[in-house]
């Protein structure tokens, strides 16, 4: 053997930037099989020619090939089947780029939506001393920013709203993704009955949305652009009811009229934490002066 023309299996791991181990491992996959063998000693020598094989393997790992794969791509040692390999995987690679980035810009909103309940909640405890003390209202009126809401609206049987649905949150979520919208805002339930219904065990007219950038899908409508009393419900849904009765109260004694149906806006929901005490919901009932 001309020791010139091969190198050992520590020369080749330091050249191609690959490990021992990993070596080791090609060999015995017969991917790259040493072409120097010595069994008194049972030291490993490569050619030149394999360990270019190998810094080509590297790169295709990089990639993200498999290693059945790369069998395929080092047999075939062709260019045009080389080509193909490698625009067949970028467009493997774009696609998971597609999908990370949809998961980030979901988890970022949802992110937003808890930071958002956690500056409620830490306001609740100064805030609720001050509307016992008479020096500030629960209950605003402002202008309902407009946003698209994906939508699904149908006739629930003996509805009570203290029992969330969870079947209707999960689906709500699962046609959006399906349908390749994105998510940027809270599930919003809007109640098109007579006021408290809801509360009654009856037949209920409910649409169940979700906040989308989106606004070019037949399901997709406009919600807010109108003016509404609103406040934030703190802690178990169950007695959401209490809350509810106090706008309307609030309505009627500030010569307001309910103009539209009943919303509610999940910021932290049930399905989001199980404490119930860190729950917050946002009632918006539209009125008019």
């Not at 940027?184 to 037949?203: A, E, H, N, R, W």
């Not at 007219?205 to 409508?221: C, L, M, Y």
């Not at 860190?278 to 009932?285: A, D, G, L």
Request: with cysteine; net charge negative; charged share 30%.
């Amino acid at each position: 053997m001309d020791r010139n023309h091969y190198y050992s299996i520590g020369e080749v791991a330091a050249t191609c930037n690959t490990s021992i181990k990993t070596l080791r491992y090609y060999d015995e996959i017969k991917l790259v099989v040493p072409e120097v063998r010595k069994e008194d000693s049972k030291y490993r020598y490569y050619s030149k020619d394999q360990m270019v094989t190998i810094s080509i393997i590297r790169k295709l790992r990089m990639l993200g090939f498999s290693i059945k794969e790369i069998k395929e791509i080092v047999s075939a040692n062709q260019v045009r089947n080389l080509e193909q390999k490698i625009e067949d995987k970028l467009v493997c690679i774009k696609k998971e780029i597609e999908t990370l980035n949809q998961k980030y810009f979901e988890g970022e909103q949802f992110l937003q939506r808890l930071k958002e309940g956690a500056q409620i909640l830490h306001l609740y405890d100064d805030d609720l001393k001050k509307i016992q003390a008479g020096e500030m209202d629960a209950i605003t009126v402002k202008e309902v920013p407009e946003v698209n809401l994906y939508h699904s609206r149908r006739i629930m049987q003996s509805y009570h709203n203290d029992e969330v649905s969870l079947e209707r949150w999960v689906e709500i979520n699962d046609e959006v993704s399906r349908h390749g919208l994105k998510v940027c805002g809270p599930i919003t339930v809007t109640y098109y009955t007579d006021l408290l219904d809801q509360f009654l065990s009856k037949d209920c007219d409910i649409e169940f949305g979700i906040q989308v950038e989106e606004s070019d899908s037949k399901h997709v409508r406009k919600f807010g652009g109108f003016l509404a009393a609103t406040a934030f419900h703190v802690g178990p849904y169950s007695d959401v009811i209490r809350t509810h009765i106090k706008i309307i109260q609030w309505i009627n004694q500030n010569h307001y009229k309910v103009a539209g149906p009943v919303s509610e806006e999940f910021i932290i929901s049930p399905v989001d934490l199980r404490n119930e005490n860190e729950h917050v919901t946002k009632i918006i009932i539209p009125v008019t002066k």
